[in-house]
């Protein structure tokens, strides 16, 4: 099943145990609403507000015992989409959520999926496809066993091999 960007929001966001996401873009998306952000993040001005919506929900989810996880597989040099995203990451680690960096050359090895993607709950894996010029499209929805156990697979993996934040950061 194919899903618009709206309908993979709401997918995305109706996790009740676990929600992870593989990252594996260097370049920013297009997202309208990460568009003035990044500008301000490039100008050196504060991007504070636009997050606040998100970051409440991380606090609530977690309160709740959910748990949100990223792996980004990032190249060296940071690109300014993920020098960004580091930025963003210190709100949203202390909100709850547990986000990890692989850098790129010690992901080669590991067979990790071309593609980036939710696992929602261990049992949805949604793939998300993109235009040409980066937009996103929508998202591919699979529920087949086969494709959550290897997704699940992917996880473990990436998270095995990538570094936390906090230590990611210091290093």
């Given at each position: ?56 929900m991380l606090r609530r989810r977690t ?20 020098r960004f995203l580091l930025d963003l ?83």
């Amino acid at each position: 099943m194919f899903v618009n960007p709206d309908e993979f929001v709401r997918l995305v966001l109706s996790y009740k145990h676990t929600a992870f996401r593989l990252e594996q873009r260097d370049d920013q998306y297009s997202d309208p609403e990460e568009d003035e952000p990044f500008r301000r993040f490039l100008a050196g001005e504060p991007m504070t507000g636009w997050n606040d919506e998100w970051e409440d929900m991380l606090r609530r989810r977690t309160a709740d015992g959910q748990l949100m996880t990223r792996v980004r597989v990032v190249a060296d040099p940071h690109t300014d989409y993920t020098r960004f995203l580091l930025d963003l990451a210190s709100i949203n680690v202390p909100a709850g959520e547990d986000i990890r960096y692989l850098p790129r050359d010690r992901a080669k090895g590991l067979d990790l999926p071309g593609e980036d993607f939710w696992l929602i709950d261990s049992s949805t894996v949604v793939i998300l496809r993109f235009a040409e010029d980066n937009a996103l499209i929508g998202a591919e929805v699979l529920d087949d066993p086969a494709v959550v156990v290897r997704h699940c697979y992917y996880r473990d993996v990436a998270c095995h091999y990538a570094i936390p934040y906090e230590e990611y950061v210091r290093s």
